[in-house]
């Protein structure tokens, strides 16, 4: 039967059978790790931890400082520094697709077998085992389950793990993915220790000097489309050098756009490399900006999907704010 067609108990029950099977994990989430991201691998990882299992933690980039107070952030291995060793049981956490993955991908061993953990409504099911809920607003959630089915016994650290993925991912329990569920899984992570002021101001309130300078620099961008519902900002590398700014000072540019009365998708060009542009787009009504982001080949969830497109910039923005008005015309508000 194919994992799509199971029941989540069913799947968490495969999930686990995978776990208790295999051993010298490989434990990996998506290229530019997230909150989310970062919480789901430490949160395996500590799950492998308590069942005495070996794994490796890796990521094709460096872990975020922001996130280093987190159990285990710091064991997370970029890919370039990690030994020459392959390995054949995989857990890829908060990964839609397999290339989401990265050059981490290069350490899979011939035979390997891969679970995928995910909440992205995009996720194409690659792998061998599936834990796939995409009603969760963060993987961290189906990860606070899987916990549970395991009967994990709960303290601060792995609580503040997955809190901090629910909390990022809600965009601080604001965006529409803020399920009942979601409040009484945090809620109970408040009982187990959780600081949740502390972790707010830490992830939500403080910004970057190179943040503001680039924030600076990136609002005289700011264009938008014939009838002002798409709006959209542009990052050059040349911004990022005179800003100091690293991806993570990137974070929250592209609420800007989409927060503007009005505004239903907003949109981010970010220049990667020369020809080559990362897209992120947010969506305030009911236009679904995952499936602009599939047509160019990413991916996502309704209100928040990403891209990468080569090409020259002015097309670039053309033919995405084409495909965003498309979008519209088939599922917007208006
Ligand atoms: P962001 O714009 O913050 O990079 O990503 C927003 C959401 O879209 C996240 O859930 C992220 O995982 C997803 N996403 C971003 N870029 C890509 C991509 O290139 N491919 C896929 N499949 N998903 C993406
Ligand atoms: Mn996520």
């Known amino acids: 039967m194919s994992s799509k067609q199971l029941t989540y108990d069913e799947q968490l029950q495969r999930m686990k059978q995978f776990i208790e099977s295999g051993d010298d994990f490989l434990v990996v989430s998506h290229v530019n790790p997230d909150g989310d ?130 909390l990022t991912d809600t965009g601080g329990f604001r965006y529409t993915n803020t399920t009942a569920k979601v409040m009484r899984v945090a809620s109970q992570l408040l009982d187990y220790g959780v600081q949740a002021g502390e972790l707010a101001e830490h992830l939500l309130e403080r910004v970057s000097k190179p943040h503001i300078r680039l924030l600076q620099r990136t609002l005289n961008t700011l264009a938008y489309n014939a009838d002002h519902r798409i709006c959209w900002l542009t990052v050059h590398l040349s911004d990022m050098e005179e800003s100091g700014a690293s991806n993570e000072d990137l974070e929250g540019l592209v609420s800007y756009p989409r927060n503007i009365e009005g505004v239903e998708i907003g949109i981010l060009f970010k220049e990667v490399q020369e020809e080559v542009y990362k897209v992120s787009m947010r969506s305030s009504s009911a236009a679904d900006v995952s499936r602009i982001a599939q047509h160019f080949g990413g991916g996502g969830h309704l209100r928040a999907a990403g891209c990468t497109v080569r090409g020259r910039l002015d097309d670039i923005i053309r033919s995405v704010v084409q495909e965003a008005e498309k979008e519209l015309m088939a599922n917007g508000s208006a």
């Open 37 to 166: 991201a970062i919480s789901s691998t430490v949160a395996v990882g500590w799950l492998l931890n308590s069942l005495g299992k070996s794994y490796t933690m890796m990521n094709e980039g460096p872990c975020p400082a922001k996130f280093h107070y987190l159990w285990g952030a710091r064991d997370i291995i970029e890919v370039s520094h990690a030994e020459a060793h392959k390995y054949r049981y995989v857990i890829a956490v908060d990964c839609a697709d397999y290339q989401r993955i990265g050059k981490v991908s290069e350490r899979f061993a011939e035979d390997v077998k891969i679970a995928n953990i995910d909440h992205h409504a995009t996720n194409d099911y690659y792998g061998d085992a599936h834990l796939i809920r995409a009603d969760a607003a963060a993987t961290a959630e189906i990860l606070y389950d899987l916990l549970e089915y395991f009967g994990i016994e709960w303290n601060q650290e792995i609580a503040t793990c997955i809190y901090t993925g629910l």
